[in-house]
């Protein structure tokens, strides 16, 4: 069964996230291909090589692969994809961009951030924000995967895999590239995280978010989220609404944004007690005398007891 891994980089080099969805690829089948595709992108196809398990790597340069837009990519993937059973790809940005229009240019059903391979056909995904996890068995030919990487570890290096310089499909015209805009930050990424703080409403400003969230992220070497409108521009990615609780990856301890009804989850028995800590909460994140230096050190005790996981501060 051959696989056709879709490395993620930046033409000069390689992500921490091919070698997590290789990880994932290896584990449905033996014989797995890397694609990579850019314009200069060798060095980022030498380290692709050194993978340990990578059969070959497939590298595809033009300018249209420049920037690694989903139409041109999608295009060359589906041009080569007669010879493989199952095409992943990591579950980031770009990987969640171009794997949709694979699937659907192969009319086949797409199996989105799997967490977990039980089988080559069949696989573990969270649903629900991560309250459930569902298994996925595909009837389809060809797969098209989707990899959460948190989940699975980085495959190990000591391999010299040969390079196969592959032609670009031809373009389809369909988008131009404009500009890049990036956030830098030394933290880990969200998406392959073991750690996230994350802040909604509750700091109440940028000043606080950074006094309280911050300090706490740096001691822990995590990534950092927010939901709150104003603290996005400190955050390497903004979390929208809550996938940090979405499964195979951090867990959290969670904080409910919207205090003043009812979560739909406490109406069930067992949660009274869960929504009564969320309360406890947004009276400790609003109270006026010491209250944030409070939270902060609460955050820190529960850090403490519970281990790798992901502290949610809101309001």
């Known amino acids: 069964m051959a696989i056709l891994l879709i490395a993620e980089h930046d033409n000069a080099t390689l992500s921490d996230q091919t070698a997590k969805a290789l990880s994932a690829a290896l584990q449905i089948g033996s014989d797995v291909h890397a694609l990579v595709a850019g314009k200069g992108a060798k060095a980022a196809a030498d380290a692709v090589a050194m993978l340990k398990d990578v059969s070959k790597v497939l590298l595809a340069e033009a300018d ?17 994809a007669g ?16 794997a949709p229009r694979v699937a659907a240019l192969l009319d086949v059903a797409q199996v989105s951030e799997i967490i977990e391979v039980i089988s080559p056909d069949t696989f573990k995904r969270p649903i629900y924000a991560g309250n459930a996890i569902q298994t996925v068995q595909s009837s389809d030919a060809k797969k098209v995967i989707t990899v959460r990487t948190a989940s699975f570890p980085s495959a190990s290096q000591g391999n010299a895999a040969a390079v196969e310089n592959i032609s670009a499909a031809a373009h389809p015209g369909l988008s131009i590239f404009i500009e890049n805009k990036f956030s830098e930050t030394d933290r880990p990424e969200l998406n392959s995280a073991k750690i996230i703080i994350s ?58 944004r919207h205090l003043r009804r009812h979560p739909a989850p406490c109406r069930h028995e067992g949660f009274e007690g869960h929504r009564a800590r969320r309360i406890s909460w947004r009276r400790a994140a609003t109270s006026k005398a010491g209250s944030l230096h409070a939270v902060k050190l609460h955050l820190e005790r529960r850090i403490m007891l519970n281990g790798n996981k992901a502290i949610v501060l809101s309001a």
Request: with cysteine.
């Open 199 to 256: 802040s909604g409403r509750a700091p109440g400003s940028s000043e606080k978010f950074q006094e309280v969230i911050l300090p706490v992220a740096d001691k822990l070497g995590a990534a950092v989220g927010a939901s709150a409108p104003w603290s996005t521009p400190l955050c390497a990615e903004r979390l929208a609404g809550r996938p940090d609780r979405q499964g195979g990856g951090a867990r959290s301890l969670h904080c409910c």
């Open 64 to 80: 249209e692969l420049t920037e690694r837009l989903a139409e041109p990519l999608a295009a060359l993937v589906v041009s080569i």
């Open 83 to 98: 010879a493989y059973d199952t095409i992943i790809a990591p579950a980031t940005s770009s990987g969640k961009n171009i």
